[in-house]
């Protein structure tokens, strides 16, 4: 319902569809889109990449967070076309050459996961707090996922797997990796 | 001799694999080939007959295959369904729309972005009719009748009740001390972060496929079955991964049906995934209970009766998934872990004009409710008496000798030990401490509580002399196949929604055939491949499919045994099943192990037995499981702005033997976060026009990692005499146990002041507002 | 969200002041279909059929005159509701003349709930200012006509 009204004004300007070009991943992807997809279905349905999921429609939920530019932002509040010509990561690029990444682990380890699907927006939040402050606190650690909403999990344990990722990623084997 | 993997263990899980790479495939991540979308017109009023609906618009929209109105799903007799209750739900209304946000049309169109173009176009024009909105108003002489096409011209649905009226009325009248109590259990929303939705696909064979958010696959295909009137061989429900279920992807929605027709009509696989506002605004909501209890003892603080009346707003149809015999669930748990001798409880269920409710919120049979009122009002009693809570509660539980123990409305209690519970919480809390810190910070005007919640559940639904849904018996089941090479796959009829079953039932057959748990496979969710049951919801996977899974590895032991005894040429009789291995009695070397016999079971099976190494069990628990723990929350508040915050929260849970300690933990974790949200945050409010404030994330409120305490937890271990292992379920217990402990910790440090109780959710506001009167006065 | 104006009326500010206060006259302002119910002289209360984005369709709404000082001051507060959303409005007016001219200042306070608030300030801004103009442009034709 709400997808009609929130993108029905741009469309006398810029015209009905435009070719977005990004980097997702690493990787140049492009799409030719309506001026009004979301960012968010512009990944699951044009690039397929549906592990960025979509949790509500008022950008409370952060199951749809990403990085843009190594910044965690909702992913359901951007068009796809502000997102031309710029650096997205999503859940699906955290594993490198076959390797976890240290949140991938940390929330393994530490059953930071139940159902799952907040878990891709969680993890991104976590990376992009951990790029900014690396040895974050319990209190900021909570501050920080405080626009990531998950339904099974309590927090707890999501807490201990960024502490877990955090300490791995400062310690020797960690090599500092972002 | 340990098996990797086996019960007791807190392996990781098998299913996070997948989950932590994107890799999970939830039901919006389902494409096929042409597929189309079905978004949905929705009621902005309450109550209104339809005038008309005027598609012609809509249809004009670029993208736009068609609308479907009630009135052609009348013509093929779809425009009503059956609920679970066998009351009659509408999929789209031809003439009456009963609550905001109802289905009107499905529009189906090429997009997603088309599809809801098109339900802007589509105008209906209503004429508003009067709105119904409190149940009690509902009840009055004269009262608009919200469904004339019952027989029965009441919007009264049903009248239960249970227990010794006379006797409980009189112990009451005998009573030394009576506390009466109204408590409200507001209306909430489960919220799973997933909503719900489907994709639909007919084959070139007329068989449809329909991958569905739902916890109970092989009861929607019968549903399916008998609604549409398709042949059930002809229909696949395929449970994807689930993102959260809490009870809310039980009911059969509208909207599951609409992509169905739509998919027929239209000869394209057709998408329905819900917004968020919509699901929070018409899929299936939880409580909404108007609780008066009365709760009796002598005046040296022994228990003696309780009576219970409840007003149950249920909207405009009973959709709830109670067991059929049970309308009002298992609420007649309420007596809880008390042995009252007399007791007595009746329900009303009441239509007005909202959405369904009373169906589920981390706990579907009312037992939430149950468990507040009694672990409220016992409280109260308490107070009144002028006992400590904790001696209080000591004083009357039902002594762990007791059990088997039949209450006094009829249930009987496997096995409990209340006092080690609260004696645990107690310790772990330093309970005597807490006492003399509050004493002190009364005296300098400060405000701290604590709250004791010494819960009783009722789980594993259920026994099929009275257990049934739809007439559909509530047993479960579990099929293995042992493979040649000694690896298995196991089938289950339940549906995990992040508990974890993939491992936990793993770890069941681990241990019960001597395979390590990574070797066999776990699938639920396919009613094409995997045994009848149904389902999960109401805490019942490990009390029903997980007895399934043991009694169906021990029917493959014995068939193991025999085997094993060929390969080792004795008789069955002089072998034992010993360190997850057939060994031959006394002589630990000859033996063989499950590997071994699998592969003779394809390749040197004994003559005149079948090949293959494959069992299946339906089980029908003989009785119920009795979960149970005891809760201490200790919590400040700020005198300024009536803000609670919880200091500590100590769980102390008993769900038998634990298969899984990470697990459970992790269950209890967020069964503790869900009581916390309707204790402190959510609520569901209507206005007098059935208008509903706060239909999406903004106004209703979910815990945040900032609101969420770190919860502690701890547990005592009392195996259910009657599970094959012992188990008894764990989901929903602190869901059910946590509320009561969090608002008596409120009423706790606010109970100088005269406060007996306050309504959940306790806002800032709630308090302030106390306080403030206080103040005044 | 807070909302601010001044528009300037060549009309006497006893007229204007009792312009706004007048039930039936300042609802002749509003562009929007609606009913109004005088319930006492400091209650009203009715239904407008009002769009903002996507939500289109009927509100009912009562209004409390909070504080009458003519012909300088008065502020009313407003409660709405419908379309699964809420609206609560305090509007203050202060009114001013000077050389036939009166200059009215305007001050309104909404808080929003509801579906209505999903829409996001921007989108709500916009439309509300649009309202708000209309309102007052009608307003001051009416004075300057009489």
């Known amino acids: 319902m709400v997808l009609t009204e929130m993108t029905s004004a741009g469309d006398e300007e810029t015209g009905p569809f435009m070719n977005v070009h990004v980097t997702v991943n690493g990787a140049p992807r492009s799409a030719t889109v309506e001026t009004r997809t979301l960012l968010v279905h512009f990944l699951r349905e044009n690039l397929s990449l549906t592990g960025t999921h979509i949790g509500c429609d008022t950008t409370n939920c952060g199951a749809c967070t990403i990085l843009l530019d190594g910044k965690a932002v909702k992913s359901c509040t951007i068009l796809a076309v502000q997102a031309d010509g710029r650096e997205l990561r999503t859940v699906e690029g955290l594993e490198t050459d076959g390797k976890l990444h240290p949140i991938q682990e940390g929330f393994i380890e530490e059953h930071g996961l139940q159902c799952g699907f907040c878990t891709p927006g969680m993890m991104m939040c976590s990376v992009a707090l951990l790029q900014k402050n690396p040895h974050p606190t319990e209190e900021q650690i909570r501050r920080a996922i405080s626009g990531n909403l998950c339904r099974c999990t309590g927090y707890v344990n999501i807490v201990k797997a960024i502490q877990h990722a955090a300490n791995k990623m400062a310690g020797p084997s960690g090599g500092g990796r972002p | ?777 | 969200m807070h909302f601010e104006g001044t528009f300037t009326v060549r009309a006497s500010s006893t007229r204007v002041w009792s312009f706004f206060l007048s039930p039936q006259e300042f609802s002749s302002a509003i562009d929007d279909p609606h009913t109004i119910e005088v319930v006492d002289a400091d209650h009203f209360r009715g239904t407008i059929k009002a769009g903002v984005a996507f939500i289109r369709g009927t509100f009912t709404w009562s209004a409390t005159v909070k504080e009458r000082v003519p012909p300088e001051r008065a502020q009313m507060a407003v409660h709405g509701s419908g379309m699964g959303s809420a609206f609560d409005i305090v509007a203050t007016l202060s009114v001013s003349e000077s050389a036939g001219l009166t200059t009215v200042k305007w001050a309104a306070d909404v808080q929003m709930s509801g579906t209505i608030a999903t829409t996001g300030a921007r989108l709500l801004q916009g439309t509300t200012e649009k309202k708000t103009n209309a309102f007052f442009e009608n307003a001051r034709k009416m004075l300057e006509v009489a």
């Open chain 2, 1 to 777: 001799m340990t098996v990797h993997g086996g019960v007791g263990q807190s392996i990781k899980r098998k299913e996070d694999a997948r989950f932590v790479r994107g890799k999970g495939n939830y039901v919006d991540d389902v494409k096929l080939p042409g597929m189309l979308y079905l978004d949905i017109v929705r009621s902005p009023y309450a109550h209104a007959r339809i005038r008309s609906i005027n598609i012609e618009k809509a249809l004009k929209v670029p993208g736009v295959l068609a609308v479907i109105r009630g009135k052609d799903l009348e013509a093929a007799n779809l425009a009503w369904m059956p609920t679970l209750m066998s009351d009659k739900q509408m999929v789209l209304p031809v003439e009456r729309v009963m609550y905001q946000s109802q289905e009107v049309a499905a529009v189906v169109a090429d997009s997603r972005y088309a599809a809801a173009d098109g339900v802007v176009a589509v105008e209906v024009d209503y004429e508003p009719l009067p709105v119904v909105v409190d149940p009690m108003k509902a009840l009055e002489p004269g009262a608009p009748i919200l469904r004339p096409d019952r027989k029965e011209q009441t919007n009264r649905i049903w009248h239960w009740e249970v227990g010794d009226r006379e006797g409980t009325d009189k112990a009451l009248k005998e009573s030394d001390v009576v506390v009466k109590e109204n408590l409200y259990i507001p209306r909430i929303h489960v919220s799973s972060i997933e909503t719900c939705g489907c994709v639909a696909s007919f084959d070139a064979m007329g068989k449809l496929t329909v991958w569905m958010t739902t916890q109970a696959p092989h009861a929607i295909r019968t549903v399916f079955a008998l609604v549409a009137g398709l042949p059930e061989q002809k229909i696949r429900i395929i449970s994807p991964d689930i993102g959260g279920g809490f009870g809310g992807k039980v009911p059969v929605y509208p909207g599951y049906v609409l992509a169905v027709v739509a998919a027929l009509k239209t000869g394209h696989p057709v998408k329905w995934i819900e917004d968020r506002s919509e699901n929070i605004q018409a899929d299936s909501f939880a409580r909404d209970y108007h609780i008066s209890a009365e709760i009796g003892a002598t005046r040296d603080g022994k228990l003696t009766a309780l009576r219970v009346k409840t007003i149950a707003d249920h909207g405009y149809t009973d959709a709830a998934a109670n067991p059929s015999k049970f309308p009002a669930g298992l609420f007649h748990i309420v007596t809880g872990s008390y042995p009252f001798e007399k007791a007595h409880v009746e329900v009303d269920g009441v239509y007005t004009n909202k959405p369904p409710g009373g169906i589920a919120y981390r706990c579907s049979f009312r037992v939430t409710e149950a468990a507040f009122t009694i672990e409220r009002i016992v409280d109260s009693l308490a107070r009144k008496l002028g006992m400590d809570p904790a001696e209080f509660r000591m004083k009357n539980f039902i002594p762990p000798e007791a059990f088997p123990f039949k209450s006094a409305l009829g249930w009987e209690y496997d096995s409990g030990n209340y006092q080690g519970a609260l004696r645990k919480a107690m310790d772990i809390v330093d309970y005597d401490a807490l006492r003399k810190e509050q004493a002190e910070k009364r005296k300098r005007g400060e405000l701290m509580g604590i709250g004791i919640s010494s819960f009783t559940e009722i789980v594993g639904a259920g026994p099929s002399h009275t257990f049934d849904i739809l007439g559909l018996k509530m047993f479960d089941s579990c099929e293995i196949r042992i493979h040649p090479t000694g690896k298995a796959i196991a089938r289950f009829g339940t549906k995990s929604q992040g508990q974890g079953h993939e491992t936990t039932y793993a770890q069941i057959l681990a241990e019960e055939l001597g395979i390590s748990s990574e070797d066999i496979a776990i699938e639920e969710g396919d009613t094409d491949t995997a045994p009848y049951g149904l389902g999960t919801y109401a805490s019942r996977s490990t009390p029903t499919a997980g007895a399934a899974a043991s009694i169906a590895a021990r029917k493959i032991r014995d068939k193991a045994q025999k085997i094993a005894a060929h390969l080792l040429e004795v008789s069955p009789d002089d072998l034992e099943w010993k360190d997850h291995k057939f060994q031959v009695k006394g002589v630990p070397d000859k033996a063989k192990t499950m590997a071994e016999i699998a592969f003779a079971a394809y390749t040197n099976h004994p003559p005149g037995m079948e090949a293959g190494l494959e069992a299946v069990d339906y089980y029908d628990p003989p009785n119920l499981t009795y979960p149970f723990g005891s809760y201490i929350c200790v919590v400040d508040i700020d005198k300024e702005t009536g803000e609670v915050k919880i200091r500590r929260f100590v769980a102390v849970d008993d769900c038998g033997t634990i298969i899984n300690p990470m697990i459970v933990e992790g269950q209890i974790h967020g069964g503790l976060t869900m009581g916390l949200a309707p204790a402190l945050l959510e609520e569901i409010h209507y206005d007098e026009n059935g208008n509903m404030l706060g239909g999406s994330f903004m106004d209703y409120l979910l815990p945040t990692a900032v609101e969420t305490p770190k919860w502690e937890t701890a547990k005592t271990t009392t195996p259910s005499p009657h599970h094959p292992i012992g188990a008894k379920g764990v989901g929903e217990s602190a869901t059910v146990g946590a509320p009561a402990a969090i608002v008596n910790a409120v009423v706790d440090a606010l109970a100088h002041l005269g406060v007996t109780h306050i309504d959940i959710p306790i806002t800032p506001w709630k308090v302030w507002k106390i306080l403030h009167e206080k103040r005044a006065a």
